[in-house]
T-cell receptor, first 115, second 115 residues
Framework: NAGVTQTPKFQVLKTGQSMTLQCAQD?????MYWYRQDPGMGLRLIYY???????DKGEVPNGYNVSRLNKREFSLRLESAAPSQTSVYFC??????????????FGPGTRLTVL | AQRVTQPEKLLSVFKGAPVELKCNYS??????LFWYVQYSRQRLQLLLR??SRESIKGFTADLNKGETSFHLKKPFAQEEDSAMYYC?????????????????FGKGTKLSVIP
């Protein structure tokens, strides 16, 4: 049981390049999330998928797109990377959507640098 | 909109000393609060949740609705407690329909335990 996995672990892009960050979970979770982590800013939600086939914007969605490919996989795409998107990106998943204190499980993160 | 405030970016304590990491929140509904921890070079993981009223690794946190606080405490700090700690509030997503929730994170407090 690998939990939440992310690829790649590190990436360097030039301004204007595109790339897709991959995330997969093997816990049969319904909900998946993408966050970015910046020094002094904590974690901010980029996009969210409550269930397969649905996606929603979070706090900082501009410059990103997502795809919930199936129940396991949730990808994040940068169409035209900008230096402001230099960050550490975390994917997370959780089983339930309803109230009850359910835990989010996090991936190991992708460290992205945009030059 | 909800907000989570962690006033200390960095907290240094000596081994064996008591630790208190502060967390205050702003939320109009009934709060569900969590503490997540990120050890060096590891992924975020849940430390504890207020709904469980549990003690994990000697840490406890009590929800004080009157003071809108959820401070994390430990009576005797250990070196292995050195990590980044995030307080998080679970609330319905503003951008989605009913039944969709998100975590709003504070900016984090780095705890350093001095041997």
């Amino acid at each position: 049981n690998a939990g939440v996995t992310q690829t790649p672990k590190f990436q360097v892009l030039k301004t204007g390049q595109s790339m897709t960050l991959q995330c997969a979970q093997d816990m049969n979770h319904n909900s998946m999330y993408w966050y970015r982590q910046d020094p002094g800013m904590g974690l901010r939600l980029i996009y969210y998928s409550a269930s397969e086939g649905t996606t929603d914007k979070g706090e900082v969605p501009n410059g990103y797109n997502v795809s919930r490919l199936n129940k396991r996989e949730f990808s994040l795409r940068l169409e035209s990377a900008a230096p402001s998107q230099t960050s550490v990106y975390f994917c997370a998943s959780t089983l339930k959507v309803t109230s009850g204190g359910d835990e989010q499980f996090f991936g190991p993160g992708t460290r992205l640098t945009v030059l | 909109a909800q907000r989570v405030t962690q006033p200390e970016k960095l907290l240094s304590v000596f081994k064996g000393a008591p630790v208190e990491l502060k967390c205050n929140y702003s939320y109009s509904g009934s709060p569900e609060l969590f503490w997540y921890v990120q050890y060096s070079r590891q992924r975020l993981q849940l430390l504890l949740r207020h709904i469980s009223r549990e003690s994990i690794k000697g840490f406890t946190a009590d929800l004080n609705k009157g003071e809108t606080s959820f401070h994390l405490k430990k009576p005797f700090a250990q070196e292995e407690d050195s990590a980044m700690y995030y307080c998080a509030l679970r609330a319905p997503l503003a951008y989605s329909g009913a039944g969709s929730y998100q975590l709003t994170f504070g900016k984090g407090t780095k705890l350093s335990v001095i041997p």
